[in-house]
């Protein structure tokens, strides 16, 4: 029988052992109903206790992050402006910096960042 064939059946039957060990001593009691209810002094709550979400809130939570991405791509770009030829490297910023102006004004249009409550 191959050596990793053997390894990886003792890594198994080890693993399982451990599983069937933990199930047994484990202190499990039963789900009660009172536990998973959110706690309020002592009243059971008449309503959700999870707010709804924003949709406005997290599309602005998205765009954030794609131009956060953006922005850590055009920070190298300083150091290596003089490593790189400086046509190559003056093309290469153009595109990145009219993908980010063109996306902006693709949000603006869109009326993306607007506030709205």
């Known amino acids: 029988m191959n050596i990793l064939t053997f390894m990886a ?5 080890i693993s399982c052992i451990l599983i069937f060990i933990s199930m047994i001593i484990s202190k499990k009691k039963k789900n009660d109903r009172e536990k998973f209810s959110p706690f309020e002094c002592g009243f059971t709550p008449k309503t959700s206790s999870r ?5 406005q809130f997290f599309i602005i939570t998205i765009i ?3 131009f956060d ?6 920070l190298p770009m300083i150091i290596t402006m003089k490593l790189i030829n400086k046509l190559t490297w003056f093309y290469s910023i153009s595109i990145i910096m009219v ?3 063109t996306g902006i004004f693709y949000e603006w249009n869109q009326s993306l960042l607007n506030w709205k409550l």
Do not use: G
């Open 9 to 13: 059946l003792i890594i198994f039957l």
């Open 51 to 55: 707010l709804p979400f924003s949709l």
């Open 64 to 66: 954030f992050l794609i």
């Open 69 to 74: 991405v953006e922005i850590s791509i055009i």
């Open 99 to 101: 993908v980010l102006i």
